[in-house]
């Protein structure tokens, strides 16, 4: 009896041949992907033992779960999005009136500025959405402007179509914020009680966040994030020192590997202001830095970060957006025989960080070491100070200078500490003779103040004028001990 294939015998027997190749170059992609086996375990009722990855027999069920996997994890829609923390917008930066010719409105105004440059960066390059992983404020608005000034800038990216998505970090804890203005719709804050999940559906990315209820926070808030969203781009969100960070405080800690449990695809974290990626592959983890440096402590270019997704690509690239430069300039004159040398040696560097900001105002703290035959007095950092305000007007701002007297055949470095005594106490004077116009300022507003206002007045002026001086002669005390202890 003869057997006729009709056309549609033809074309379901094409369609099982390209679901097969389908699947197959899927499979051999995801044989040990951890997402694929929930995928598999959770939505299609297949025990482990049953499953045959060899791609040669897979039942309906999962030929329809490795299209599902082919369809998320690998098809994924190209976006991007901006990776922005610790804005610490209108961060008070105490104590800038006592510097002399100090530029208050480019360094009070620069938080502000920052944060308009990441605003514009996210409209220019068309980003799907924002996120700022905690201290979005620096503590407690002192008036509404602060956060109107927010507000307006957050309605320039609803205009634009992209969404915000924010946690609150220790300087913007939910106890240190009372004063709140309303948010605009496309500004999603994440609960300080419990960690919680947003999503973008078009996207298919899952967002998961806890931000802070007060700013002390020391319980391990990783730990409580909710398992990925499957089907999705998954990013957490987390304000948090990781493992202990120089210079920062200890909130939130946790382990990388804390992070990674969690099998997320992204960590935005927050909190540490020196940009890091702590982890390159899945999850990526990464923290962008502060968006503009404050003081001397911050050095560098700051920003945020463009993360780009495509497929299972995830790819990062660091955007510049302060507005002033904070930066330390070491000059080694070890080798000049005078001050003008000196100058020159300083001015010269100093010229050379300005080409390196691209046009930005550069605050600059200057450490000189020279030899101790340059015989130098306060007076002298006065006029290094002059002579920069002359030659690079509007373009420096030097916020101070430190020197470092060695002798000449002494190389260039920092004194090591040994455990006895007077080390220890020619250490401190070498760091009080470095600053003597800072120390004396310090020093001035102290206990040892007060101490100095009941000397006469003689002993005060001379304290006063002859700093240098005084500390020359302790440490030519503290070498005589020395050698009678060594005899």
Not at 122 to 128: C, G, H, L
Not at 282 to 303: C, S, Y
Request: aromatic share 8%; with cysteine; charged share 25%.
């Amino acid at each position: 009896m003869a057997t006729f294939i009709t056309d549609r015998d033809r074309a379901a027997g094409r369609r099982e041949t390209a679901s097969r190749e389908r699947t197959s170059g899927v499979c051999n992609e995801v044989r040990s992907d951890r997402r694929f086996r929930i995928l598999m375990l959770k939505f299609y009722r297949m025990p482990a033992p049953t499953w045959d990855l060899s791609c040669q027999t897979l039942p309906d069920n999962a030929s329809c779960a490795a299209a599902h996997f082919e369809f998320v994890f690998h098809q994924f829609q190209p976006m991007r999005f901006l990776h922005a923390a610790d804005v610490h917008l209108d961060s008070p930066l105490r104590g800038l009136d006592q510097y002399d010719g100090a530029p208050l409105d480019a360094l009070r105004g620069a938080t502000r500025r920052a944060l308009a440059n990441l605003v514009q960066l996210a409209i220019e390059e068309r980003v799907d959405f924002v996120i700022v992983a905690g201290d979005l404020y620096d503590g407690e608005w002192d008036d509404y402007r602060t956060g109107r000034f927010f507000v307006q800038q957050m309605l320039e990216l609803e205009r634009a179509g992209i969404p915000v998505y924010l946690i609150r970090g220790n300087h913007d804890a939910q106890s240190r914020i009372t004063l709140q203005l309303t948010l605009p719709p496309n500004v999603h804050s994440f609960s300080t009680e419990q960690p919680e999940t947003k999503t973008i559906d078009k996207l298919h990315v899952a967002l998961h966040g806890q931000g802070f209820a007060r700013q002390a926070e020391q319980r391990n808030l990783a730990t409580s994030y909710p398992p990925p969203v499957l089907g999705h781009f998954n990013i957490g969100l987390l304000h948090t020192s990781l493992d202990g960070r120089e210079g920062h405080a200890s909130y939130a800690p946790c382990a990388v590997n804390d992070l990674v449990a969690r099998d997320y695809d992204y960590w935005a974290l927050g909190h540490v202001h020196q940009r890091e990626t702590v982890r390159a592959e899945r999850p990526r983890i990464e923290f962008p830095g502060n968006l503009q440096g404050r003081h001397a402590r911050e050095p560098g270019a700051k920003g945020c970060l463009l993360v780009s997704v495509d497929g299972a690509q995830v790819t990062t690239e660091f955007q510049t957006l302060d507005v002033l430069r904070w930066q330390i300039i070491e000059v080694n004159a070890h080798e000049t025989e005078s001050f003008d040398e000196l100058l020159d040696q300083a001015q010269a560097a100093v010229a050379a960080a300005v080409d390196g900001v691209d046009g930005r105002l550069l605050a600059a703290r200057l450490e000189i070491t020279c030899p101790d035959a340059v015989r130098l007095v306060d007076p002298d950092a006065v006029r290094l100070r002059e002579e920069f305000r002359t030659n690079f007007e509007r373009t420096v701002w030097v916020e101070k200078i430190c020197f470092r007297q060695v002798p000449r055949s002494a190389p260039a470095m920092t004194l090591a500490l040994s455990d006895d005594a007077t080390s220890e106490l020619q250490a401190v004077l070498a760091e009080l003779q470095a600053d003597g116009i800072g120390t004396q300022q310090k020093l001035a507003g102290g206990p040892f103040g007060k101490l100095l206002r009941k000397l006469p007045a003689k002993l005060n002026w001379l304290l006063a004028e002859e700093w240098p001086e005084i500390v020359a002669r302790a440490e030519v005390l503290l070498q005589t001990a020395g050698q009678e202890k060594a005899k």
